[in-house]
Every structure is written in C-alpha cells, then in structure tokens.
C-alpha cells in the first residue's frame, strides 16, 4: 500500500498535464483495442474485463477501449498483424510477444484467490481423479496420457515441465502430450470425464470452477501438493500476468493507460468481478525468460550462432578459473619433480635409472614450462619467506615489471594501499589455514596504475607438511569491474542529471531517518516541482529542456550541504532530504537559497528562459517517521505553493507549522 501511495504521488502531475483541453474537445475517439488471453471461456473474459474498459473509458475521454478475447493462436496473429494496442496475457506468453514484437510492461496483475487474499504470484497444478489410485506421486505421471493447455502456458504446462525435469522426467519423452488450448476449464474436463491420466491447470481455476458450481473439487486430488499457498499448487511460484503496450501504440496514451491502472483503489467495483485486487509497477519477468531459453521455448526453440569471442565473454570467470587451476596444478608438479630428480640424483644405485629418471622429469619440466611461460595468467612463485622466486611472461606484461626487477623482492611491491590490513590478515589466516586464497583484490602496476585482478594463491607442502612455496596466479579484470559499476551507476542515477534515481533515494532517505532517530534530531523532506518549465518544452523543444533540467540539477547541488541528499524522480519534479536539523528555523534559509537560485534566468542554445519552483516540506518525525508517507505529505505541500500563485514554499499542515516556527 505504501508503493502505491508513492505512485499516486509520482505520477499525478503527469497525469494532470496529459490531460489538456484541447483533448478532452475532440469529438471523435479513437478505438484502442485490449487484447486478453482467455484463460477461461471466451465469454467469461469478456464479462471479467469489460469493467476495465468501461474504467479506462471514463479516465481517458479521448479514447474507445474495447476488450478482445482471444486464444493463443489468435493472440499471436493479431500481434503479428498490429491490430493490439495493449495486451493482457500470461508471463511466458509475454516473453514471447516482447521477443517478436518488441511490448512493453506497464504494470503486474495483483490477483485475488477465493478468501480474498492478494496475489502478486501464480504457479502451475497438477490433477488426477480422486478415484486413480496409480496416480499418486511424479513419479506415476510416467506412461500416461496428459492433458495441457500450450506449450507456452506457464501454468498449464511449462511450471509443471520444470518441476518434473528437475525430479528425472523428460514428459516430453515419457509421457504422451495433448494440448487443449484456452481455457483452462477444458483441462479439467478431459480429466474429469477420463480422457486423459493427468491434467496441468494454473492455480486457482479448480477453486474457481468449483465455486461456479461447474465441478465438484472433490472429484480431483493434487499431485505434489505444496502446502504454504492459499490455492491447490505443485510448482514453483512466478509473478502474475503483465499489461503491455505494443511498440506502436502512442507513448503520451500508453502513460495514460499506466496512470489509471496503477492509480485503481484496491477492491473497487471494477475488480471484483475478474477476482483481482488492483495493479502493481511492473515485477521483472527475467526468471520466466531464462526457463523459456533453458527448456528451449519458443521463440528460443532455435540455437542462435555464437563464436569463441561468445563463449569467452559468457564464462569469462569460469575458464579463469579452471586455467589457474590447471597452472596451479602444472606449477606444483613442476616443484614435485624438481624434489624427485634431486632425490633421485643421490639415492639412485643405477646410473641408467638416472638417466631415464632425469629424462623423464625434463620432459615434465619442459611441457610445465611450456604452460608456465605461455599462460595468460600471471603466474608468481615464491619461497616460504615470500620471497620472489620466477615470474612469467604474462606477469611482467601485466604489472608493468621486468623479471629482474621483481626476483628476490616480496609481493608487497604490488599492493596498492586501497585495502586495509585487516584485508590481508585474512587473506594470510586463510592461507596458513587452508593452503589457499582466492577472491578478487586491488594491486598497483610499476606505472602506478591501480588494477583489479582475480588472484588464487596455494601454499604448496613437501611430504613433511612443510611449505616449500607459495605460488600465485591472476587475471586482470579491470574492465569486468568497470562494467559491474556501469551497470550499477545506470540502475541508480538518473541518465539526464546524473543525480540520483528514486530507488537509490529510497535507500539513501531511510539511512538519513536513521540516522537523525539515533542523534534524535530532525530532518525536513522537501518535494520541488518546476514552475513553467512546460513552456519552456512546448516553446524551445525538449533538447533545450533538458539542457535546462541539467542546469537545475547543477545549481541544486551546489546550494546544498554534504549532509544532503537530492533525487530526480520525475520529469520536473526533484525530493530533497534535509539531515541533521537541530532546529525548524534552519530549513527556511536553505529552502529559500533554492527558490533563488532557481528564479535565475537559464540559457540554453542560445535562449535566455525564466523558471521558478513551488515547493513542499515535511518533518521528522513531526509529520511522519517513514518516508513514503513524508514524501506523500510534501508532495500534497507543494500543490498548496502551487494553488497559492507558485514559487514559494509550502509545510504540510501549515497552520500548525506557523504557530510551531512562532514557539520554537
């Protein structure tokens, strides 16, 4: 409920501003067409989802929504002929539509099971008449007839395939398949009536039938019952069925059509009738995605062309550690047989022993050093003082050091002083331990260059348990790293401003609060939203827009303490948090500076503009101790500032905030 709320928040001035007069004149609608797959009869759709048109009639003048239900087979030739504008259908069909036709998510269903408990996730059922006592566990499902819905339904078929493969069972080969098509219900038929040994149904659909009168639930028993889920269920759980967009629908409509539905009130009228609470931001389906690319589901029925450069970058870290294992391995048996040839050289009573024995170990000694000079890992060997020993080709061309420059001189000269001494302390106890190490570290090159690399060391024991040498081997990852980072950077600031995003400013305001509860001070959330900055785009043209908003994130961030925290978590609209306030009177000042700054004339492509801001501030803990609902009450401030004539702040309740600046 809490997510929810934020949404509303977030998104009503975009849904405001989308709504213009012009618009709402037009007399002549445009039909917009919601595909749904109908899991259950066709006419049982229709009458579930018809409320949602009628809903979205209502919130959007300017369009004719109608609902159309329609089998897989239908489903994917109308994708295929561009006749969908959104579309509502199970996850794995999603994928599959994503893949082809390039949709997109807008939200995630939130489902209701019979006791009216909400569901964000379905699974699949497996059923088998009550009266089959050969039908008991997975095992039985060997030899019979099944019956299931598509070989792309999730619940009625792919969930079940994945549990039985993983339990041994190929059904594909140890069973016979027939496929009933939506809906669901026909599953349930075929079994009933016995023309089929089993049945694969997503969860729910026997309850519901049961209710509809249409059977009696206990004609059927579940095989593999999981127990801790309000509904019959045999298989993992999977998020609920996305609504998307075709890739052709108009993005200004397609932001209407998520506004509405996620601003739906839980349990309304236009709910109950498809059995759902309400919608959710859309859930990642990436899980779903990779099962339909393991099982090999269409559209992956089909191995794509890859090349070695492929398989490199795919399992980069795996053959960078099985190589230093096979270096490790050559490595120490290269220290084995120098140990034996010198043992041999003293003890041996035949000198045509020896010569066949020091033959062979030379012959070990070239194929080691053969791998030892030619591996693309550096390779560094020491004696039990850590002292350097050998180095390879592979580490000179890595560090940056020649070999005479590193031979009888320690590791150490590698460290780069961006770990702490604790860091190494574990590193030697794991040694001594365990007689190995790995993990990723920071080390310096001759250049002073700072690397990352992946690093294996092994203490290698003579026959005694002695350590004899330690030897270590290592990739440069640097750019695997850099990599990790970019896609953490894009995962948490926004792309435009480069401030933060509104999930890394969730978690950045939650430590702050934390914070200000320990020092038992206050913090002050301000919601800022631009003033005219809608004619600067209508005007100048979305470039020049944004060259502005960059402006605005600059000179927000240079007003701003270190304490601070900033986000862009709209279009125009900026969240500040204030920490560490010892005092009410310390907020106005600063709330004050940023109206200043802002009223500043902004150029951009040779434009001279003018903006300003309204802005809205709540208190911890005064008005709130978690952030969701600060946010909530400093967005509803700003609309104040902004019905009062815009650029000038506004405090939630601002009657009490008056007499509490007046007291403090």
């Given at each position: 409920?809490?997510?929810?709320?934020?949404?509303?928040?977030?998104?009503?001035?975009?849904?405001?501003?989308?709504?213009?007069?012009?618009?709402?004149?037009?007399?002549?609608?445009?039909?917009?067409?919601?595909?749904?797959l109908?899991?259950?009869?066709?006419?049982?759709?229709?009458?579930?989802?018809?409320?949602?048109?009628?809903?979205?009639?209502?919130?959007?003048?300017?369009?004719?929504?109608?609902?159309?239900?329609?089998?897989?087979?239908?489903?994917?030739?109308?994708?295929?002929?561009?006749?969908?504008?959104?579309?509502?259908?199970?996850?794995?069909?999603?994928?599959?539509?994503?893949?082809?036709?390039?949709?997109?998510?807008?939200?995630?269903?939130?489902?209701?099971?019979?006791?009216?408990?909400?569901?964000?996730?379905?699974?699949?059922?497996?059923?088998?008449?009550?009266?089959?006592?050969?039908?008991?566990?997975?095992?039985?499902?060997?030899?019979?007839?099944?019956?299931?819905?598509?070989?792309?339904?999730?619940g009625?078929?792919?969930?079940?395939?994945?549990?039985?493969?993983?339990?041994?069972?190929?059904?594909?080969?140890?069973?016979?398949?027939?496929?009933?098509?939506?809906?669901?219900?026909?599953?349930?038929?075929?079994?009933?009536?016995?023309?089929?040994?089993?049945?694969?149904?997503?969860?729910?659909?026997?309850?519901?039938?049961?209710?509809?009168?249409?059977?009696?639930?206990?004609?059927?028993?579940?095989?593999?019952?999981?127990?801790?889920?309000?509904?019959?269920?045999?298989t993992?759980?999977?998020?609920?069925?996305?609504?998307?967009?075709?890739?052709?629908?108009?993005?200004?409509?397609?932001?209407?059509?998520?506004?509405?539905?996620?601003?739906?009130?839980?349990?309304?009228?236009?709910t109950?009738?498809?059995?759902?609470?309400?919608?959710?931001?859309?859930?990642?389906?990436?899980?779903?995605?990779?099962?339909?690319?393991?099982?090999?589901?269409?559209?992956y029925?089909?191995?794509?062309?890859?090349?070695?450069?492929?398989?490199?970058?795919?399992?980069?870290?795996?053959?960078?550690?099985?190589?230093?294992?096979?270096?490790?391995?050559?490595?120490?048996?290269v220290?084995?047989?120098?140990?034996?040839?010198?043992?041999?050289?003293?003890?041996?009573?035949?000198?045509?022993?020896?010569?066949?024995?020091?033959?062979?170990?030379?012959?070990?000694?070239?194929?080691?050093?053969?791998?030892?000079?030619?591996?693309?890992?550096?390779?560094?060997?020491?004696?039990?003082?850590?002292?350097?020993?050998?180095?390879?080709?592979?580490?000179?061309?890595?560090?940056?050091?020649?070999?005479?420059?590193?031979?009888?001189?320690?590791?150490?000269?590698?460290?780069?002083?961006?770990?702490?001494?604790?860091?190494?302390?574990?590193?030697?106890?794991?040694?001594?331990?365990?007689?190995?190490?790995?993990?990723?570290?920071?080390?310096?090159?001759?250049?002073?260059?700072?690397?990352?690399?992946?690093?294996?060391?092994?203490?290698?024991?003579?026959?005694?348990?002695?350590?004899?040498?330690?030897?270590?081997?290592?990739?440069?990852?640097?750019?695997?790293?850099?990599?990790?980072?970019?896609?953490?950077?894009?995962?948490?600031?926004?792309?435009?401003?480069?401030l933060?995003?509104?999930?890394?400013?969730?978690?950045?305001?939650?430590?702050?609060?934390?914070?200000?509860?320990?020092?038992?001070?206050?913090?002050?959330?301000?919601?800022?939203d631009?003033?005219?900055?809608?004619?600067?785009?209508?005007?100048?043209?979305?470039?020049?827009?944004?060259?502005?908003?960059?402006?605005?994130a600059?000179?927000?961030?240079?007003?701003?303490?270190?304490?601070?925290?900033?986000?862009?978590?709209?279009?125009?609209?900026?969240?500040?948090?204030?920490?560490?306030i010892?005092?009410i009177?310390?907020?106005?000042?600063?709330?004050e500076?940023?109206?200043?700054?802002?009223?500043?004339?902004?150029?951009?492509n040779?434009?001279?503009m003018?903006?300003?801001?309204s802005?809205?501030?709540?208190?911890?803990?005064?008005?709130?101790?978690?952030?969701?609902?600060?946010?909530?009450?400093?967005?509803?401030?700003?609309?104040?500032?902004?019905?009062?004539?815009?650029?000038?702040?506004?405090?939630?309740?601002?009657?009490?905030?008056?007499?509490?600046?007046?007291?403090?």
């Open positions: 409920m809490k997510i929810r709320g934020y949404i509303t928040a977030i998104f009503f001035v975009i849904f405001s501003l989308s709504l213009s007069g012009e618009t709402i004149a037009k007399h002549t609608k445009d039909e917009v067409v919601i595909g749904v109908a899991f259950r009869s066709k006419a049982d759709t229709l009458q579930e989802w018809q409320p949602l048109a009628s809903y979205l009639n209502n919130k959007i003048l300017t369009h004719r929504f109608t609902v159309l239900p329609l089998s897989y087979a239908e489903f994917n030739k109308a994708a295929h002929e561009g006749k969908l504008d959104f579309m509502f259908t199970n996850p794995e069909h999603y994928i599959y539509l994503s893949t082809k036709y390039d949709v997109s998510r807008m939200a995630t269903l939130i489902r209701a099971n019979v006791n009216g408990t909400e569901l964000t996730e379905f699974g699949g059922v497996i059923i088998a008449r009550s009266d089959r006592r050969d039908i008991e566990n997975l095992n039985d499902l060997r030899g019979k007839d099944i019956a299931a819905v598509d070989e792309l339904s999730l009625g078929y792919l969930a079940q395939r994945v549990l039985l493969q993983e339990n041994g069972i190929d059904i594909t080969k140890e069973a016979t398949l027939q496929y009933t098509d939506m809906p669901h219900d026909k599953v349930v038929y075929i079994v009933e009536s016995g023309s089929a040994d089993v049945g694969f149904i997503r969860t729910g659909v026997l309850e519901k039938m049961a209710r509809e009168g249409k059977v009696n639930r206990n004609d059927f028993k579940i095989i593999h019952p999981i127990s801790n889920y309000p509904q019959a269920l045999s993992a759980l999977y998020p609920e069925w996305p609504f998307a967009s075709s890739k052709m629908t108009d993005h200004v409509l397609a932001n209407q059509v998520m506004v509405a539905l996620l601003t739906l009130p839980y349990g309304s009228e236009v109950k009738t498809a059995g759902y609470y309400g919608w959710n931001i859309p859930l990642s389906y990436e899980g779903i995605r990779r099962l339909m690319q393991t099982l090999r589901i269409k559209p029925d089909t191995i794509p062309p890859f090349s070695l450069k492929d398989v490199i970058h795919q399992y980069a870290i795996f053959i960078i550690i099985v190589l230093s294992g096979v270096v490790a391995l050559l490595v120490f048996l220290s084995k047989t120098i140990r034996l040839a010198g043992t041999l050289r003293i003890k041996s009573e035949s000198l045509e022993d020896q010569i066949r024995i020091v033959e062979e170990s030379e012959k070990y000694l070239r194929r080691a050093a053969n791998v030892f000079h030619n591996s693309r890992e550096g390779i560094v060997i020491t004696d039990p003082q850590k002292t350097i020993i050998e180095v390879n080709e592979a580490f000179c061309e890595l560090t940056g050091y020649a070999r005479d420059e590193v031979i009888g001189k320690k590791p150490i000269i590698l460290r780069s002083g961006m770990h702490e001494k604790e860091f190494y302390d574990q590193l030697d106890k794991a040694i001594n331990g365990e007689g190995s190490w790995r993990g990723e570290i920071w080390n310096q090159k001759k250049s002073g260059e700072t690397y990352a690399e992946f690093l294996r060391i092994d203490a290698v024991r003579n026959t005694n348990g002695e350590i004899e040498n330690y030897i270590g081997i290592f990739s440069d990852i640097t750019e695997h790293k850099q990599r990790q980072e970019q896609l953490h950077h894009m995962a948490n600031y926004d792309p435009l401003t480069n933060p995003n509104r999930y890394l400013f969730m978690s950045l305001a939650e430590k702050i609060l934390a914070f200000s509860k320990r020092k038992n001070s206050k913090a002050v959330i301000s919601f800022l631009l003033d005219g900055f809608k004619q600067v785009n209508d005007i100048y043209g979305h470039e020049v827009g944004d060259h502005v908003l960059r402006q605005v600059g000179r927000l961030e240079k007003v701003l303490r270190q304490s601070d925290a900033i986000a862009r978590i709209g279009g125009d609209e900026f969240v500040i948090v204030f920490s560490n010892d005092s009177r310390e907020v106005q000042p600063l709330l500076r940023i109206l200043q700054v802002l009223k500043e004339p902004f150029t951009a040779g434009n001279l003018n903006i300003g801001a802005i809205g501030a709540s208190f911890y803990p005064d008005h709130g101790e978690e952030i969701e609902m600060l946010v909530r009450h400093a967005d509803a401030a700003m609309y104040r500032s902004k019905e009062n004539g815009r650029n000038q702040v506004t405090y939630y309740c601002q009657e009490n905030m008056e007499q509490f600046l007046k007291s403090d």
